[in-house]
Nanobody, 121 residues
Framework: QVHLVESGGGLVQAGGSLRLSCAAS????????MAWYRQVPGKQRKLVAS???????NYADSVKGRFTISRDNAKSTVFLQMNSLEPEDTAVYYC???????????????WGQGTQVTVSS
């Protein structure tokens, strides 16, 4: 069984920084695309940034130039460095990953439990 374990959320003032981490624990033979999404109450969950196994990245326009996604393939871990945070970045941030548990299995999409990021003005 694969679990995505997130850490690093919290409360920060506008202009500050936070770093989120998400590790795929359990049996993970291979991890393909990893991503961060965020969701505010009453709204749809939206993509913040993604990174492929080949390290190609994609960002939402609202975070370009402020957030950086990276990964450690050896540890099946993805990071989101968030700088110049704004109150509009306040949300629950969710980790997402396509994981192959065994060499013969197909990729399955997993979600983390979510971590709260609150940016005060």
């Amino acid at each position: 069984q694969v679990h995505l374990v997130e850490s690093g959320g919290g409360l920060v003032q506008a202009g500050g920084s936070l770093r989120l981490s998400c590790a795929a624990s359990g049996t993970a033979f291979s991890v393909n695309t990893m991503a961060w999404y965020r969701q505010v109450p009453g709204k749809q969950r939206k993509l913040v940034a993604s990174i492929t196994g080949g390290l190609s990245t994609n960002y939402a326009d609202s975070v370009k130039g402020r957030f950086t996604i990276s990964r450690d393939n050896a540890k099946s871990t993805v990071f989101l460095q968030m700088n110049s945070l704004e109150p509009e970045d306040t949300a629950v941030y969710y980790c997402n990953a396509d994981v192959k548990a065994r060499s013969w299995s197909s990729y399955t999409n997993y979600w983390g439990q979510g971590t709260q990021v609150t940016v005060s003005s």
